[in-house]
């Protein structure tokens, strides 16, 4: 069997390392984004505990520059990902209208900006190919938003947003998108919000070959 690539943008121990698991026994290749280098070598030491094969570049999700290079990286020396899966996040710590516009300008670089970007460097290969599948993480804020949390609220109902505007976008070319929208605290302790649940509803997403999808968790 030919090995695919899902390409992780935002790697780290919780829903990036139980989706990278997932795929991971699935025959992909784990291709790792992250901003930290010596992070990024232990979970790659970890899955290749593992017997996952698995690389990693290094990149920022809030820096347009910096997260093209490592994603034209893994085009260069990986190919195409068959998936991507863009899992980041951030919360200013302040309340909505207390939150300064630069810390607002930088979540939404992190939270929607980022997601765009990396759609849009891997689609136009995807689109060559005839597949492909784009994976998004959401959140419960975009359906019960909370001005406590606003710059993340905005971020997320962006995610759930933009998983429909590109499922239009790339209609018909054989790329899918889909989302999990995560109402609660990812806990590995949790019976539904944990890693290895929420990897396996991305999977479902992937298998299932519809596009648009939406699983409310």
Request: with cysteine; proline share 3%; aromatic share 6%.
């Amino acid at each position: 069997m030919t090995e695919k690539v899902i390409a992780i943008v935002g790697m780290g121990g919780g829903i990036s390392y139980g989706v990278a698991l997932k795929f991971g026994r699935q025959n992909f290749t784990i291709a790792m984004i992250g901003r930290t280098g010596k992070k990024l070598r232990e979970y790659k030491d970890m899955l290749e505990a593992e017997g996952i094969r698995s690389e990693f570049y290094i990149g920022n999700a809030a820096d347009e520059y910096s997260l093209i290079d490592a994603l034209r990286r893994i085009e260069d020396e990986l190919g195409t990902p068959d998936v991507l899966l863009y899992n980041v996040s951030h919360q200013a710590k302040q309340p909505l209208l207390e939150v300064n516009t630069e810390e607002m300008i930088h979540d939404y670089k992190m939270n929607v900006l980022g997601a765009i970007i990396s759609a849009k460097e891997v689609i136009p290969g995807m689109k060559v190919r005839g597949h492909g599948c784009i994976l998004l993480t959401g959140g419960g804020f975009a359906l019960y938003p909370d001005p406590n949390f606003g710059s993340l609220a905005l971020g997320k109902a962006g995610i759930r947003h933009l998983n429909l505007l590109l499922s239009r976008a790339v209609e018909g070319t054989g790329i899918i998108t889909g989302t999990v929208t995560i109402c609660g605290i990812v806990n590995a302790s949790n019976p539904v919000h944990n890693p290895t649940n929420i990897a396996a509803q991305f999977w479902e997403i992937y298998s299932s070959g519809k596009n648009g999808a939406e699983i409310i968790l």
